[in-house]
């Protein structure tokens, strides 16, 4: 095993591993999204705002005259979630429809998308419901509502790993298991020599919404699963085995089941601010509510409660480098071919069109390392192996 610390970014200038022409092409497709990116935030925000200032949760409720604050706070969830699947379906268009077409990146047809953008609502609006009816329960309970609401978060946190990969994947993709078996037996072989116990690799059908190449490990315990997009299968043998080793790093060191307890603090983080913030009254009267207790509060605490994860996106995005950068190490250690560990980065930077020269700020919010920083840390390992 090599000395390397995943906890040390390899300093590494783009233009020491890509032409002019490939930074330039990564620059020309990413902007035009991430200004894009901008304004449907401001956007969404905007709206949420309105919703909210424009009191439309409690004049809807008098409006409608229900009985039961339950039905009431239902009505509100859907109304409020509803928003974003108002404004976000016409960004989302531009980009798969327009933008990715116009780079050759997109197969996603317009059917295709219309029911993309229905399943998203329909897991939003249900997702919103399981969290925040039982939620308005605990608050007009008990005023430690933080703390319950926290607990319950958190379980769903954990409910919502184990299921992710079986209940709402199976919505967007087809898996199947892998049917290549000369890569099948390899890929296997590769997972005994990490003494890892996997039964199969499954393949989703990713092309017939673009033609990215990714693959992932998703859900824990027995939903635990390790996934590669269709995309990749034309790619050499070799190629495709050391992303899967990536992904068995990511099994191997735990990174799914040691991220819980980071999400879940700084959910119990967020969860103190939101109650602190909702102690002032000023900010409810904003909403046209007296008491927190009210249905009509919801859009307070679902603006509120999700800001937080952006006030604390430096030290996640950080933490996920780190994980990344482990991951990588282990590929290396394991198969010990930094050739095509390095054929594996300038493959997704060809077909993803990535920004393979990002900004400080944008490197620093990015979950992944940049691509010039992999390729720099495969020369090091290749410097510093035994």
């Not at 327009?98 to 197969?107: A, E, F, I, K, Y």
């Not at 993709?173 to 005994?192: Q, S």
């Amino acid at each position: 095993m090599t000395v390397l610390s995943h906890w040390k970014r390899v300093p590494a200038d783009a233009a020491a591993w890509f032409d002019a022409e490939e930074i330039a092409r990564g620059r020309s497709y990413n902007k035009p999204i991430e200004r894009l990116n901008r304004v449907r935030f401001a956007f969404s925000t905007a709206v949420a705002l309105a919703f909210i200032l424009g009191e439309a949760g409690p004049r809807l409720l008098r409006d409608l005259d229900l009985r039961g604050w339950a039905l009431e706070a239902v009505v509100v969830v859907v109304a409020f979630t509803s928003l974003e699947f108002v404004v976000g379906p016409w960004f989302d268009a531009w980009r798969e429809l327009v933008h990715d077409r116009r780079w050759g990146l997109s197969t996603q047809t317009t059917g295709g998308f219309v029911a993309d953008q229905l399943k998203n609502f329909l897991v939003g609006v249900v997702t919103s419901l399981v969290l925040l009816v039982p939620l308005w329960a605990v608050i007009r309970a008990t005023d430690l509502w933080w703390l319950w609401g926290w607990l319950l978060f958190s379980a769903f946190t954990v409910l919502l790993g184990l299921l992710y990969p079986i209940v709402i994947a199976p919505l967007f993709n087809k898996f199947t298991p892998m049917d290549d078996e000369v890569l099948l037996a390899r890929i296997l072989g590769v997972a005994r020599q990490c003494g890892l116990d996997i039964s199969s690799v499954l393949v989703a059908d990713a092309s017939r919404r673009s033609l990215a190449g990714n693959a992932y490990v998703a859900g824990l315990g027995r939903t635990r699963r390790v996934v590669i997009y269709d995309t990749l299968l034309a790619w050499p043998h070799d190629v495709i085995v050391q992303v899967v080793a990536h992904e068995l790093g990511h099994w191997k060191h735990a990174h799914l089941r040691r991220k819980l307890p980071v999400i879940i603090f700084v959910q119990l983080v967020l969860f103190l601010g939101s109650w602190a913030l909702l102690q002032w009254g000023w900010l409810l009267d904003l909403g046209g509510v007296t008491t927190v207790r009210d249905p009509a509060a919801i859009p307070i605490f679902f603006t509120l409660f999700p800001a937080g994860f952006v006030a604390v996106n430096l030290v996640t995005s950080w933490l996920s480098r780190a994980d990344e950068r482990q991951a990588d190490i282990y590929a290396l250690d394991v198969l010990g071919d930094p050739d095509a560990f390095s054929q594996v980065f300038r493959r997704l930077a060809e077909t993803n069109k990535a920004d393979v020269d990002p900004s400080t700020w944008k490197r620093l919010n990015a979950s992944h390392p940049p691509i010039a920083e992999r390729l720099a840390m495969a020369r090091r390992w290749q410097e510093v192996a035994p």
